[in-house]
């Protein structure tokens, strides 16, 4: 990955805020087959189809775990299966009703999900089978969805990205990824494409993530305010980061946040900002949604301790979600596993 030219920072003053950076084929290749494109199929409408936004692979095993945004599926059901207005609905409406309404979507297939195979040249449409968000976004934006596979499926056909909840440097660069549209059309297979149908285009941005903000505006739950807007589409990709292996010259590419939505910023900041910004939901806050694998039923964070679910650092696997007598999820480390420090 090129960078150019070199981000702001105390050094590099007149430098921009994030870039798009020069990728080479192996790098987009090795994207393409983390990413996972969701489009709307409009039933009203056979000729129309939306991209809805992006999701990334973290898993395989009898399903494909992908990590995405609850906003673009709770969005794309209010527009192709209203809700019906009544006196009991509330401010934040119907629960069992929205759930009705989802289940109808996904079982008519108005939602579908892209996926390219390690070193295919095409790529296929499978089905959701499951699901585990919040209804309302403002709630937590992070959502687990997971598609259809066949039985036994080698997991080395999927290229998986790592789920990475440990503490890294605001002064590190960060990549935000995601299908904005365009060209690149996926072949015939199984369930494929039709040929100029869904192009796929991918949009990819580096910058920094400014600040943890425990109370955001427009949302009930911490998010990374990140110096790099996003465009439509976005949606649900993953916010990468760098984690040096040890091994000269390499470093292993982690997902640490689910892009939510953008952020509109003042037109001077201290911190050199004026371009917008992007609100991007911590992936620790994902590592509590329920998870459906060979059965059993998880917190995602007890997959990854069970090694279902590949991650990086010690967090994502090193901590466990306790109820308290109040029924709130509170963090704490394993038994097993060692404190920090």
Not at 134 to 159: C, Y
Not at 171 to 199: C, K, N, Q, S, Y
Not at 281 to 305: F, N, Q
């Amino acid at each position: 990955m090129n960078i150019e030219p070199n981000l702001f920072d105390w050094d590099n003053p007149s430098g921009p805020q994030w870039v798009m950076p020069q990728l080479s084929k192996g790098e987009l290749d090795d994207l393409f087959e983390m990413l996972v494109m969701f489009i709307g199929h409009d039933p009203k409408d056979s000729q129309r189809v939306v991209v809805l936004g992006t999701g990334f692979l973290v898993g395989v095993a009898d399903t494909l775990v992908v990590l995405s945004a609850a906003h673009i599926f709770s969005w794309w059901t209010d527009q192709v299966m209203p809700p019906k207005r009544h006196a009991l609905r509330g401010i934040d409406g119907d629960k069992e009703d929205f759930l009705t309404r989802l289940e109808a979507v996904i079982r008519n297939r108005n939602i579908m999900a892209c996926v390219t195979p390690r070193g295919a040249h095409g790529g296929s449409i499978l089905p959701i089978v499951a699901f585990s968000f919040n209804q309302n976004p403002l709630d937590g934006d992070a959502a687990i969805v997971q598609l259809a596979i066949e039985p036994k499926t080698d997991p080395f056909k999927f290229r998986t990205l790592p789920i990475d909840a440990d503490p890294f440097d605001f002064r590190d660069i960060v990549m935000m990824a995601g299908f904005t549209g365009g060209h690149r059309e996926l072949l015939r297979g199984e369930e494929p494409f039709e040929a100029g149908l869904h192009p796929q285009e991918l949009t990819v941005r580096v910058g920094r993530v400014a600040e943890r903000v425990d109370k955001p505006d427009g949302f009930r739950r911490p998010m990374y305010r990140v110096n790099i807007p996003s465009v439509a589409g976005m949606s649900g990709g993953p916010l990468i980061a760098f984690r040096q292996t040890g091994l000269e010259a390499y470093s292993l590419t982690t997902a640490a946040g689910v892009i939510s939505r953008s952020r509109l910023a003042p037109a001077i900041l201290l911190d050199h900002c004026h371009e917008g910004e992007t609100w991007v939901a911590p992936i620790d806050e994902a590592l509590t949604r329920k998870v459906y694998i060979e059965g059993k039923l998880s917190m995602l964070c007890d997959a990854v301790h069970a090694g279902k679910i590949e991650a990086h650092g010690r967090v994502a696997g090193g901590v466990e979600w306790v109820k308290d007598e109040a029924g709130v999820l509170n963090p704490r480390w394993r038994k097993e596993t060692n404190t920090p420090g």
